[in-house]
């Protein structure tokens, strides 16, 4: 039988998590769940998640961890993430972490690739950052240019509400309070890695493949203590 790919992808804002999540899972058919995306439909929607996550979402803040927790808990169990997913901005704290490990218990090791880059790099890329209003792509622009089109849809490119500097600089203050001591957290396993993602999305994307599958590897030969959490 094969291993599934349960895989986490751990990083600061602006790291690249949702670019290589989604091509990730897109090459490997298993779902991507990004609880940021899934808390901006919400907040698009006007539903009631939506409408208690969207002021701590643009303060910058961490919406709080039981509803998170709740999410992922119901996202995770459906059918077509049988085959394992790839996870996109959860956990963000180490109680989600913790509830993360209780949920996968008996469901296949978790394999977690931290992408790590410096917050002066992080601070450069979010300014640029843009995303499509009409088909949720996400691209980088150029410092001078003018009305920039998705390249994909042609949709108008607008700046996503908490990627202002302000929000930004309180976000990597909430990653480096909450979200780093992931790292010392996973750190011990066996099916951890860490890749630099101070590169190009394509040295990045390779350097998440080749860590994917060298894991999957040591998953298969049964090898590595403290492979099987
Ligand atoms: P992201 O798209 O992952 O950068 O998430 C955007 C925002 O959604 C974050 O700044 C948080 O306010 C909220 N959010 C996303 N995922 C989580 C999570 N796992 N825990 C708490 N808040 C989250």
Same mark, same amino acid.
């Given at each position: 039988m094969s291993v599934p790919i349960n895989l986490v992808v751990l990083g600061p804002p602006g790291a690249g998590k949702g670019t290589q999540a989604v091509e990730l899972a897109q090459q490997r058919r298993i779902p991507k769940i990004s609880t940021g995306d899934i808390l901006r439909e919400a /907040?698009?929607?006007?539903?009631?998640?939506?409408?208690?996550?969207?002021?701590?979402? =643009?303060?910058?803040?961490?919406? =709080? $961890?039981?509803?998170?927790?709740?999410?992922?808990r119901e996202r995770v169990s459906r059918p077509d993430a049988a085959g394992g997913f790839v996870l996109d901005g959860f956990p963000r704290t180490v109680s989600q972490a913790t509830a993360l490990d209780e949920?996968?218990?008996?469901?296949?090791?978790?394999?977690?690739? $931290?992408?790590?880059?410096? =917050? $002066?790099?992080?601070?450069?890329?979010?300014?640029?950052?843009?995303?499509?209003?009409?088909c949720g792509d996400t691209t980088a622009v150029e410092a001078d240019a003018e009305?920039?089109?998705?390249?994909?849809?042609?949709?108008?490119?607008?700046?996503r509400s908490d990627d202002t500097e302000s929000v930004v600089r309180?976000?990597?203050? /909430?990653y480096h309070e909450a979200t780093k001591p992931l790292v010392d957290y996973y750190?011990?396993?066996?099916?951890?890695?860490?890749? $630099?993602?101070d590169r190009s999305p394509e040295a990045v994307r390779q350097a998440l493949n080749e860590a994917v599958d060298e894991v999957l590897g040591m998953l298969h030969a049964g090898a590595g203590a403290g492979a099987d959490r």
């Open positions: /907040v698009q929607s006007g539903s009631e998640l939506g409408q208690r996550a969207k002021a701590t979402m =643009d303060a910058g803040r961490l919406v =709080d $961890d039981e509803l998170m927790i709740a999410i992922v949920i996968m218990s008996g469901q296949g090791a978790l394999l977690v690739v $931290d992408i790590a880059v410096p =917050d $002066d790099a992080l601070v450069a890329r979010l300014a640029r950052r843009r995303v499509c209003g009409q009305t920039p089109r998705c390249a994909r849809c042609g949709g108008e490119l607008v700046l309180q976000r990597l203050r /909430v750190s011990s396993r066996a099916t951890f890695r860490s890749i $630099d993602g």
